[in-house]
């Protein structure tokens, strides 16, 4: 993989995420990276999310360094998304704070 910096490596991998039955690029990408940062994160847990992969998307979850506001937020959407509605209630309850995505995602 070419010497690309963290937001171009993000930029590409937010465009499979948001593409549907392009998770494993998005995964591939992620795991090519030198760096991450809480951006790089949150498009893998949307990647999941969107394919049908609440169990990866809260794995990745789990081993994110540094969480944001909109990380909840879109482990929520994973799980709720995915029919995982527990999980995505036992995640909101959990959150640090809430704002007007977070509830959007619970009703997703």
Known sequence: MPSWDVISCN???AIHAQSKGSCDAAKFLFDSMLERNVFSWNTLILAFG???RAVEANRAFERIPHRDL???SS???A???NSQMDRAEEL???MPEWDVY???AMLS
Do not use: D, R
């Open 70 to 72: 909109i990380t909840w």
């Open 50 to 52: 969107s394919s049908e």
């Open 79 to 81: 799980n709720a998304e």
């Open 75 to 77: 482990i929520v959407a």
């Open 11 to 13: 930029s590409v991998a």
């Open 102 to 104: 977070s509830y959007n």
């Open 92 to 94: 909101f309850a959990s």
